[in-house]
């Protein structure tokens, strides 16, 4: 991956007029019981934004060894790129109304090849609470992007076969429901990958959906066997390689490094059924 140096990984609110480029804002809004991200979008957005459609540009055909949501072509991600006006270089700053857990995988997608991008600190809702009354349904008619094809960083990727031996470390950013099995309301076989941590994504966000202070997400990231000796041999899954983008960012943003990414997640791994399975409570 190509290294990044002038935007960190998150950008608060009152930070955005001090970054060091053009600006655009993307409104990822998705959700996994099926309500239109689309549909939120139209109905207000923050002035300005376009709509990243995670399921049109961000994924590509699903597929058994895939999972729901694996990588686009390179191609396909660039069309989808310049179409909303984004050029390699500007400075995406992407935002959802999840704290950021959605908006993670197109930031993840654009650092991972070399360009500017971060997570809008806290969302929609951080946005108006500086903001009030700033929503807005005018969309915006952007010119086309200058956004170059490049493909996925093998570096920066593990497949199924690569997510257990004694230089990867695994996390699973899900629920701690959905880790230890107790439920799954949407892969064939619950429980996790052998030997895997759970450090839940949601859990290094406040009630609000804003970041927690560094020394808690890290003391997150410790119980799960994760520190500053370990963390380069963090891979990173969820579901479907989306929610695992925003543990990839968070640990980036505490310093301690940018770990793998597992595409193909448990939406994925659970449909092989030679790979083994776990339930119960991380070891």
Same mark, same amino acid.
């Given at each position: ?7 960190? #990984?998150? *950008? ?6 001090? +970054? #060091? ?17 689309? *549909?939120?979008?139209? =109905? ?9 459609? +995670? ?70 809702? @951080?946005? +108006? ?21 490049? #493909?996925?960083? @093998? *570096?920066? +990727? ?21 880790? !230890? &099995? ?8 619950? &429980?996790? !990958? ?5 450090? #839940? ?22 119980? =799960? ?51 083994? !399975?776990?339930?119960?409570? *991380?070891?």
């Amino acid at each position: 991956m190509t290294e990044l140096v002038d935007v960190p #990984p998150f *950008a608060r609110v009152e930070e955005l007029d001090g +970054l #060091p480029g053009r600006v655009v804002l993307a409104d990822v809004r998705w959700y996994l019981d099926g309500r239109s991200g689309r *549909a939120a979008y139209e =109905g207000g957005h923050l002035p300005g934004a376009v709509f990243a459609d +995670l399921d049109r540009w961000l994924t590509g055909p699903p597929t058994a060894v895939g999972g729901r949501n694996p990588l686009p072509a390179p191609e396909s991600f660039a069309e989808g790129m310049r179409g909303l006006g984004i050029g390699d270089d500007d400075i995406v700053v992407a935002y959802d109304d999840q704290g950021g857990v959605i908006a993670a995988r197109l930031v993840w997608m654009l650092r991972a090849t070399g360009r500017r991008a971060a997570i809008l600190d806290g969302g929609l809702a @951080a946005y +108006l609470d500086a903001h009030p009354d700033s929503l807005t349904t005018e969309e915006p008619e952007p010119e086309e992007g200058e956004f170059s094809v490049r #493909p996925w960083p @093998a *570096a920066a +990727l593990v497949e199924a076969d690569g997510l257990v031996g004694p230089d990867v470390l695994t996390v699973d950013a899900r629920n701690r429901d959905r880790f !230890v &099995g107790a439920q799954d309301p949407v892969d064939p076989r619950p &429980g996790h !990958v052998p030997g895997a941590a759970n450090v #839940p994504c949601r859990e290094n966000l406040d009630g609000l959906g804003r970041l927690l202070p560094v020394q808690a997400i890290r003391d997150n990231f410790a119980a =799960g066997g994760v520190d500053a000796d370990t963390a380069s041999k963090v891979v990173s899954y969820c579901g479907s390689g989306v929610t695992a983008c925003h543990n990839l960012l968070t640990l980036e943003h505490t310093g301690l490094g940018r770990g793998r990414l597992y595409v193909g997640g448990w939406s994925a791994y659970s449909r092989d059924d030679a790979r083994p !399975v776990e339930t119960g409570p *991380a070891r």
